[in-house]
T-cell receptor, first 114, second 118 residues
Framework: TQLLEQSPQFLSIQEGENLTVYCNSSSVFSSLQWYRQEPGEGPVLLVTVVTGGEVKKLKRLTFQFGDARKDSSLHITAAQPGDTGLYLCAGANHPNFGNEKLTFGTGTRLTIIP | DTEVTQTPKHLVMGMTNKKSLKCEQHMGHRAMYWYKQKAKKPPELMFVYSYEKLSINESVPSRFSPECPNSSLLNLHLHALQPEDSALYLC?????????????????FGPGTRLTVL
């Protein structure tokens, strides 16, 4: 069974501060996705990372895929209240189409205090 | 159209009721999914449909019955549910590419149906 552990589980910081969320596994994934979910809504895809060591930037968000493709991080610069939400990483393995499964991480609940 | 839509938004049902959840996408995706999400937990996969055929059933109780009438629609039929089945039910879809090796299984989620079983 593949597991993805996220840390921290909860994070509450002041607006303008920086933060990093980690997503770790002992398993290798062919790709890893990050989602943000607002209360009562579905997860929204933020980014997909595919290559070991890959770094992707989305405005103030920086995503990195570990060299061994077992872990990932999300760094937010100058956090804003709109960044508040549940952040989920999800790993996918080389697809055998028709048996597509994502392994979701345990989630990080982020609260940005104005 | 890059949306996955789900109806209803909220549903309250008794344990003897029969109801259905509906999901629709018009992105040409050929894989569709049902997830169950309890409060403060990540989504848990229930079913996967690929090209309108059921490809994965994660040992879901038979009181949940999925149906894929066509490539754009996915239903979840509910019968004789228990209070512990109360949760947010999420539908998602993903694209099939010409090269399956390059498919990253990016899943796009609907807003969910908040189900309460009394």
């Amino acid at each position: 069974t593949q597991l993805l552990e996220q840390s921290p589980q909860f994070l509450s910081i002041q607006e303008g501060e920086n933060l990093t969320v980690y997503c770790n596994s002992s398993s290798v994934f062919s790709s890893l996705q990050w989602y943000r979910q607002e209360p009562g809504e579905g997860p929204v895809l933020l980014v997909t990372v595919v290559t070991g060591g890959e770094v992707k930037k989305l405005k103030r968000l920086t995503f990195q895929f570990g060299d061994a493709r077992k872990d990932s991080s999300l760094h937010i610069t100058a956090a804003q209240p709109g960044d508040t939400g549940l952040y989920l990483c999800a790993g996918a393995n080389h697809p055998n189409f028709g048996n597509e499964k994502l392994t979701f991480g345990t989630g990080t609940r982020l609260t940005i205090i104005p | 159209d890059t949306e996955v839509t789900q109806t209803p938004k909220h549903l309250v049902m008794g344990m003897t009721n029969k109801k259905s959840l509906k999901c629709e996408q018009h992105m040409g995706h050929r894989a569709m999914y049902w997830y169950k999400q309890k409060a403060k937990k990540p989504p848990e996969l229930m079913f996967v449909y690929s090209y309108e055929k059921l490809s994965i059933n994660e040992s879901v109780p038979s009181r949940f019955s999925p149906e894929c009438p066509n490539s754009s629609l996915l239903n979840l039929h509910l019968h004789a549910l228990q209070p512990e089945d109360s949760a947010l039910y999420l539908c998602a879809s993903s694209q099939e590419t010409s090269s399956r090796v390059s498919s990253y299984n990016e899943q796009f989620f609907g807003p969910g149906t908040r189900l309460t079983v009394l």
